[in-house]
């Protein structure tokens, strides 16, 4: 089991910047892949951004080319940095763990809220 926290989220204008930080309570060597989710008011949770354990990396069309996603296994952090953000991108981001595709964790969400 892992536990997943993450912070960084907040108020900011758009076409501002923010980098969102997942720290697990376990090495996340193992953790095959670790992903940022996101949920919009009314709207179902969308994946936003993954990267597995040998870092290859899959970002939603919406989010291609404005965001990064890292994965730090030394200190088992994996975080998404976010630019040029958007009214749209306006959500609760969630980190999540898969080990397997039947075992994954999700932490407690953060907000990040884009309006002028």
């Known amino acids: 089991q892992v536990q997943l926290v993450e912070s960084g989220g907040g108020l900011v204008q758009p076409g501002g910047s923010l980098r969102l930080s997942c720290a697990a309570s376990?090495?996340?060597?193992?953790?095959?892949?670790m992903s940022w989710y996101r949920q919009a008011p009314g709207k179902q949770r969308e994946l936003v951004a993954a990267?597995?354990?040998?870092?290859?990396?899959n970002y939603a069309d919406s989010v291609k080319g404005r965001f990064t996603i890292s994965r730090d296994n030394a200190a088992n952090t994996v975080s998404l940095q976010m630019n040029s953000l958007k009214p749209e991108d306006t959500a609760v981001y969630y980190c999540?763990?898969?080990?397997?595709?039947?075992?994954?964790?999700w932490g407690q969400g953060t907000q990040v809220t884009v309006s002028s």
């Open positions: 999540n763990a898969e080990y397997t595709s039947a075992l994954k964790y």
């Open positions: 376990r090495s996340i060597v193992s953790i095959y892949i």
């Open positions: 990267i597995s354990s040998g870092g290859r990396t």
